[in-house]
């Protein structure tokens, strides 16, 4: 790891200049205090402020819908796999969102490898942002883990007021930062101060689970009775925007979409949702999980149990998007914490 220093005014050139070899997408706000990674021509500065976007940067490695293959039928069968993938900087990730990366690095390429992501990921940069504060009242990074991050990205930059501290992860962040940015060395006084901050910034974010992270898969493991599945049963709409807006899941559905003329067509796949009704279903019509209560059990026995023993790590990187965009409120640390107290009550 090299650290440099990049003066502020600097860093919309460094921006604009990466655009000569990659394409380039930075945070937007969308509408007010909605963010979008976008391709933007311009460096816009929400770097300090903004907070989570409404989709996280996967839709760069794990597109909402994305072709796999192509084929024809006629004159013989023919079947061309489809592999799409380009230079692409992700500029301005958080470290929940990095953790995130890190995690469908893990399931893309382990037990089977997912040419069509690990494709892709080898041809993202990814320029982080350290977060000295919590971003906004859902954040829970902390909570899991997820605040720091040693591995991911290239480049991570931390605000240290008057200038941004660089710190330069692999020899791709070098190779950027030779070429595309002007940056001077580190002085004691700003490494002395990007160190204070890093040290202080800990007493700010809140622990919001009532126990740590670390044992809530054996509380999952014994919760499948816990009457917060019938609470959620009865408030949860399953519409899916919790998983759909969530940078760890990677579920998907592959479908078929044949030309008119019925001997050509593309085979693709698209998110999906295991919050929604007909996620389940197998092909004799049986639903394993019929009930919207059944399905939120699993969304969060697949974050904090079956994921989380198979990895060891969570599978919730604490970017807070499901209770931000759950439309009945159905908040992430108020259900982990319900499941922990009514499992001490059990015990008592
Ligand atoms: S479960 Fe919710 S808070 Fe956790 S990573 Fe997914 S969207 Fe973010
Ligand atoms: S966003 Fe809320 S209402 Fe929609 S499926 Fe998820 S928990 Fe249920």
Redo the contacts with the bound molecule.
């Keep these: 790891m090299t650290e440099k220093i990049i003066n502020k005014n600097e860093i919309s050139s460094f921006y604009k200049n990466l655009k000569d070899e990659f394409t380039v997408y930075g945070v937007k706000e969308k509408e007010e205090s909605f963010y979008v990674f976008d391709e933007t021509d311009e460096f816009t500065d929400p770097l300090d402020d903004y907070i989570p976007t409404i989709l996280p940067p996967k839709k760069y490695l794990f597109p909402q819908q994305e072709t796999l293959l192509r084929f024809d039928t006629q004159p013989h069968p023919d079947i061309r796999p489809v592999i799409e993938s380009k230079k692409q900087v992700l500029f301005g990730v958080r470290p929940c969102d990095i953790h ?1 990366i890190n995690l469908l690095d893990r399931i893309f390429s382990s037990d089977y490898e997912d040419t069509n992501y690990t494709h892709k990921r080898a041809e993202t940069v990814i320029i982080g942002i350290d977060c000295l504060k919590p971003c906004y009242e859902h954040a ?1 990074c902390a909570s899991v883990g997820c605040l720091d991050v040693g591995e991911g990205y290239d480049i991570l930059i931390t605000d240290i007021g008057s200038s941004y501290y660089i710190s330069i992860n692999t020899p791709m962040g070098q190779e950027i930062i030779d070429r595309y940015a002007n940056p001077i060395e580190v002085s004691n006084e700003d490494r002395d101060k990007f160190r204070k901050l890093i040290k202080e910034r800990i007493a700010k974010f809140e622990m919001k689970f009532a126990t740590d992270v670390s044992n809530l898969p054996l509380l999952f493991k014994n919760a499948d009775n816990d009457p917060v599945w019938d609470e959620l049963n009865d408030r949860c709409l399953g519409c899916g925007r ?1 998983n759909i ?4 899941c990677y579920c998907f559905d592959v479908f078929d979409c044949m030309e008119l003329n019925m001997t050509s067509g593309e085979r693709c796949r698209e998110w999906d949702a295991c919050s929604l009704k007909d996620f389940a279903v197998v092909a004799t019509g049986e639903n394993f999980r019929s009930t919207r209560g059944q399905r939120q059990r699993h969304r969060f026995n697949r ?1 904090f149990n079956y994921l989380m023993t198979k990895y060891n790590t969570s599978f ?8 931000r965009s759950c439309p009945v409120n159905i908040d ?1 640390v108020e259900t982990v914490n319900t499941v922990i107290e009514n499992t001490k009550s059990n015990v008592k």
């Design positions: 995130g829970l919790c807006v969530c940078p760890t974050k919730c990187v604490g970017c807070g998007r499901c209770t992430i």
